[in-house]
């Protein structure tokens, strides 16, 4: 397969300037609470930064929470800088679902590693981790022969961002290595399934599709973990409950691929996504009114306020978000669903034979 060969900057794309939409508006939301261009610790650790005994406590979903907020804004600045920097190439390489995999991957290794290095009791935020590892799967894809660049892109970015945290001392360096670490073995395995997929799969998803259900993995897993957590499926070891959902994902992604295949089976395949977003709203919808959420909310700030007008009118919130998920989901999807529609028995040939031409990432 013909290596990709860059610039030394490219043009972001969308899962780029999602992420960073997401990180800006939730680091903001901190710095309008603090009233100015900081925010203290005690805001960061009530808003999911890490510290020392939060995997201890089962707390998880500080794993994520802490990479969406940071210190300052020039804190902020600098990650949202290396993430314009390095992610416009990763994405372009890897597509967008992809690239969220290797980012969270990162996060989340990155902010276990920190835990581990750490002696002393910490509190981390910041996108430092997820950002090194978008560096980690770069220099992944150059070892593999699969990105055409000079070393010195490697040593200039690392040599920079090495430079930046030596000027801090209160840079977490195991959060930048474990995410590092973490990106270049995610790319690596993905590299992996992608040669594997030549033998398993008979169609090379599109990328919405392939993203999408990224996402719904990723949704039905962290339900699936709060579920274990709170002893609903205690009577099951771990394992057995970890391996039924990687058999369910496989047994999904064998269907998708099969439905792909078939006259119009893109167009169902979007469809059944969007059904699928749909009741996934519903479900957690369903899940916070179950839990004492409602209950216990605070009187006071914009968060408290949204979970007030969701307590009042469930159903109707509910219902009303559930029916944007269709929209947006079609919306977003609205070139391969016309692609489907209009399906005279083409498109499965065609993403069989971008199968057949692919040979890993």
């Avoid at 690239?99 to 910041?126: K, R, S």
């Avoid at 691929?257 to 469809?271: E, N, Q, R, T």
């Avoid at 999807?333 to 069989?352: A, M, N, Q, T």
Wanted: glycine fraction near 10%; charged fraction near 10%.
């Amino acid at each position: 397969m013909a290596t990709y060969r860059p610039g030394f900057f490219e043009i972001p794309h969308a899962a780029v300037y999602a992420l960073m939409t997401l990180t800006v508006l939730a680091s903001g939301f901190c710095f309008i609470q603090a009233g100015g261009a900081s925010a203290p610790a005690a805001l960061l650790f009530r808003y999911g930064g890490m510290y020392t005994a939060a995997l201890a406590r089962h707390e998880y979903w500080r794993l994520l929470a802490y990479g969406f907020l940071h210190v300052n804004f020039v804190h902020l600045a600098t990650n949202m800088l290396c993430l314009v920097l390095w992610g416009g190439h990763l994405e372009r390489r890897v597509g967008p679902a992809y690239f969220v995999i290797i980012y969270f991957c990162a996060m989340v290794f990155g902010a276990i590693v920190g835990n581990a290095t750490h002696a002393t009791p910490y509190l981390t935020v910041g996108a430092s981790g997820a950002t090194s590892g978008i560096l980690g799967a770069l220099l992944c894809l150059w070892i593999l022969g699969k990105l055409d660049v000079r070393f010195d892109f490697f040593a200039i970015n690392i040599g920079l961002n090495i430079a930046l945290a030596i000027s801090n001392s209160r840079i977490d360096w195991g959060v930048h290595l474990g995410g590092f670490a973490a990106g270049l073995i995610a790319c690596a395995l993905l590299d992996l399934v992608e040669k594997l997929n030549a033998y398993l799969l008979r169609c090379r998803f599109p990328e919405a599709v392939k993203l999408n259900l990224a996402l719904l993995a990723g949704v039905a897993a962290l339900g699936l973990w709060a579920a274990q957590a709170q002893a609903l499926t205690a009577n099951l070891p771990g394992w057995i409950v970890a391996a039924g959902f990687a058999v369910a994902c496989c047994a999904v992604i064998k269907l998708v691929d099969l439905v792909l295949s078939i006259k119009k089976g893109l167009a169902a395949v979007i469809i059944a996504l969007a059904c699928t977003n749909a009741a996934g709203v519903a479900l957690g919808g369903w899940a916070l009114v179950a839990t004492s959420v409602c209950v216990a909310r605070r009187s006071s700030g914009p968060l408290d306020n949204l979970l007030t007008a969701f307590c009042g009118t469930p159903l109707l919130v509910t219902t009303l978000v559930a029916v944007g998920a269709i929209a947006l989901t079609l919306l977003i999807c609205s070139k391969d669903i016309h692609r489907g529609i209009e399906d005279v028995g083409f498109v499965g040939s065609s993403l069989r034979a971008e199968r057949n031409r692919r040979h890993g990432l």
